[in-house]
């Protein structure tokens, strides 16, 4: 079965995974806002869930976990609430 994560463009995946990276090496707390503020937004089939899909990878592994919840600050967001994660120490 095709995923989000599947159609994505390989040059926005990759620039979404450093910044991940960078997120959780830096030890604080983040969220997928502060990913798109850097990387927009993928123009792909699925695109609405690829960036949910990286992060919940990353905690499925263990290396990050949740620790408030906090409203988005994407105008399209409609100041939804969202996960704030921060590395696993």
Do not use: F, K
């Not at 997928?32 to 993928?42: F, I, K, N, S, T």
């Amino acid at each position: 079965m095709a995923t989000a994560l599947d159609a994505l463009q390989p040059s926005w995946r990759s620039m979404a995974e450093s910044v991940i990276d960078a997120l959780i090496c830096s030890g604080t707390v983040w969220t997928a806002d502060d990913v798109r503020d850097v990387v927009g937004e993928p123009h792909a089939t699925g695109s609405a869930c690829a960036l949910g899909g990286l992060i919940g990878g990353r905690y499925r592994r263990g290396e990050i976990v949740p620790v408030a919840v906090v409203t988005s600050r994407q105008p399209q967001r409609h100041h939804g609430l969202l996960r704030a994660w921060q590395a696993v120490r």
